[in-house]
């Protein structure tokens, strides 16, 4: 009966996964689930270390709204062919079949549990359950394509090893938190092959500014509308929660709009953030309400009378970047003082000059270029038998689920299609 079973495994696929991250671990079972032989290869000690981060550890899984937009890169149909195959409905029967419930919040979902480690603990108990095999503080360096099979030069503790499969998925994740194993080194395995890589940059990441309010009102959380302008054309606009930081703008709205400012920069563009502080009111009803507050109150100071509109400390920033006295009496404010403040409220500008780096970011944009890779397979047009999976792609997603379901939808692709024909 043993005798069997070997020979059994031995006509089946050998499937070689690089990286045991989202993308990875799901390739791996939807791989196995097919009936194949399934190794995967990970460089650090632990397997879905940034799940462990995703939610602020509570992991944002999915999206119920989906919208192509929510997905960026050179070629916004490829996202859309791949969810078209495995959208975020797939993904929440993905979740129960690994024994996940999950629970949804305002369209965002996460585990009912509300830790990521359940998340991470489901995968690798279904890897365990079906047999695949993790080896760990391996680091592929080298992939060759021999005919119909490939052969991986890997750094182990035990010195350098070869390996060789059938097929091999590639799903070493991008340079965001290279902490958590993610540090490039899947690009540079790809470039060696001749594969098209669109420079890695960061995205979903906090952006520095020129100097302004930011010493004086870090720490302020507040809502806010940002636009975001690019040699003075609007390029991106976002409406949520604004975080001042002393060095610039954090918070999801920010976030949301980053790609565009690094990649502007990286092009040695002028960038330029616009934040209005009142979206919710137009300029006239929020004048005629500063106006009555300062006709009621005419004693206070300014910055009395506009901590009753915005956070005392942003208020205190913002009149110190007018040039305004905090102690200002109110009545002493004329015409010109009170339209200056308004301008400042519902239009503050500031020069963005630079963003945090590859280790604040959430994500990479860039990547391998999607034009190499067949969406309906993930598999390299170049490579029959080599298919990627997850943030080593060029498509980023934008805050609120997108990046894991975009991993989950390559890695379960990348998986059932490797493993085709397995047994
Ligand atoms: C703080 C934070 C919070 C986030 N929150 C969310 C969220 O709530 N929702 C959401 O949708 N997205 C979120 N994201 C983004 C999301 O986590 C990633 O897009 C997703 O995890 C990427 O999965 P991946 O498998 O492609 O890459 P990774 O998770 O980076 O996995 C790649 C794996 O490959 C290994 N590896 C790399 N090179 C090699 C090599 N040469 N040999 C062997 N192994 C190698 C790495 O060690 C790693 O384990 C967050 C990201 C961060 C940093």
């Known amino acids: 009966m043993q005798n069997e079973r070997k020979e059994w495994r031995h006509i089946m696929k050998q499937i070689i996964i690089i990286g045991a991250g989202a993308a990875g671990l799901t390739a791996a079972v939807y791989a196995a689930r097919s009936g194949a032989d399934v190794r995967i290869l990970e460089h650090t000690d632990k397997a879905g ?64 549990s509300e830790q990521a480690s359940t998340v991470r603990e489901g ?24 005919e119909d099979a490939f052969e991986l030069t890997a750094k182990t503790r035990r010195g ?32 060696s092959l001749g594969l098209k890589i669109i420079k890695p940059l960061p995205a979903l990441v906090q952006l520095k500014c020129e100097e302004g309010i930011y010493k004086e009102a870090a720490g302020v959380r507040c809502g806010a509308n940002v636009k975001l302008m690019v040699n003075g054309e609007l390029v991106a606009e976002e409406e949520g929660e604004l975080q001042i930081t002393n060095y610039g703008l954090s918070g999801i709205v920010v976030m949301q709009v980053s790609r565009f400012a690094v990649k502007a920069l990286d092009g040695r563009k002028q960038v330029t953030a616009v934040i209005d502080f009142f979206s919710e009111m137009k300029r006239e009803e929020l004048y005629q309400k500063l106006f009555r507050m300062i006709e009621k109150f005419p004693e206070k100071t300014i910055e009395d009378i506009l901590a009753g509109f915005i956070n005392r400390k942003l208020a205190g920033a913002l009149l110190k970047e007018m040039g305004i006295r905090k102690d200002r009496i109110a009545s002493k404010c004329d015409e010109s003082y009170i339209q200056g403040i308004i301008k400042c409220l519902k239009g503050y500008q500031t020069e963005v000059i630079g963003s945090n780096t590859f280790a604040e970011a959430q994500v990479c944009q860039g990547g391998v270029a999607t034009k190499e890779i ?6 390299s047009k170049k490579y029959p038998g080599l298919y990627f999976a997850g943030e080593i792609l060029d498509v980023d997603g934008t805050c609120g689920g997108y990046n894991l379901q975009f991993a989950w939808s390559t890695g379960a692709i990348a998986g059932t299609k490797a493993g085709e024909n397995s047994e």
């Open 160 to 191: 350098n090893q070869i390996y060789q499969c059938d097929k091999v998925i590639l799903a070493a994740g991008s340079k965001a938190m290279p902490k958590s194993g993610s540090n490039g080194s899947g690009y540079e395995l790809a470039k």
């Open 123 to 146: 995968l690798m108990m279904e890897c365990k359950r079906l047999g695949v095999i993790i080896e760990y503080e391996v680091e592929v360096q080298e992939i060759h394509k021999k």
């Open 49 to 112: 270390k940034k799940i462990l981060s995703t939610g602020n550890g509570k992991c944002n899984i999915t999206n119920r709204f989906q919208e192509i937009s929510c997905y960026r890169g050179n070629d916004s149909s490829f996202p859309q062919k791949v969810l078209e195959q495995f959208d975020e409905n797939d993904t929440i029967n993905f979740m129960e079949s690994l024994g996940i419930l999950c629970k949804e919040k305002n369209g965002y979902v996460y585990p009912r």
């Open 374 to 379: 067949n969406p309906l397979t993930m598999e």
